[in-house]
């Protein structure tokens, strides 16, 4: 599993801002759509939630066929 940080300088970062910032996702469209399909984790729990307000210290996985790539948010 790669593991990266992302800092950020708001209170919080909604999960589809987050994918595309990260550069995991290269669109609204496909940061949505990874969501829907069930790629990620929250916490250690799976988010169906694009929406979800994302907070320093939180950790999102997504789930790729090749590596699973984890987020920690700073």
Known sequence: MRKTEVKIETEFIKLD????????????????????????????????????????????TVSFEDEPIEITVV
């Open 17 to 60: 801002q987050l994918l595309k910032f990260s550069g995991l996702a290269f669109s609204g469209a496909e940061a949505k759509s990874m969501v829907a399909d069930e790629m990620v984790s929250f916490n250690g729990e799976l988010c169906t939630m694009r929406g979800k307000k994302v907070r320093p210290g939180d950790v999102v």
